[in-house]
């Protein structure tokens, strides 16, 4: 084996290694410490913030609709009422 076949091999291992290590959720601290990606409390506000952010691209949609249709007053007070009896 000449260097040059060295070199490409242990790059070619070290890219496969990094690229597990990506797949299985292990990173390395600046002290070369490994750590998990994945946590369980990560994830689970994770999905929490998703959630409320749909909430609110929902709430933001209603509230164009609401500004760009032509309503009379009674049908925007209405409306108004119903999102604020929604949120709760």
């Avoid at 084996?1 to 797949?23: H, S």
């Amino acid at each position: 084996m000449n260097p040059f076949e060295m070199v490409i091999g242990i790059v070619l291992i070290v890219t496969v290694g990094g690229i597990l290590r990506a797949r299985y959720g292990v990173g390395r601290d600046k002290h070369g410490n490994d750590y998990s990606l994945r946590d369980d409390a990560t994830a689970t506000e994770n999905k929490q913030l998703r959630e409320d952010i749909r909430g609110l691209k929902e709430r933001i949609a209603v509230l164009e609709r609401v500004i760009t249709d032509t309503n009379t007053s009674s049908t925007l007070d209405r409306e108004i009422e119903q999102l604020r009896n929604t949120d709760r």
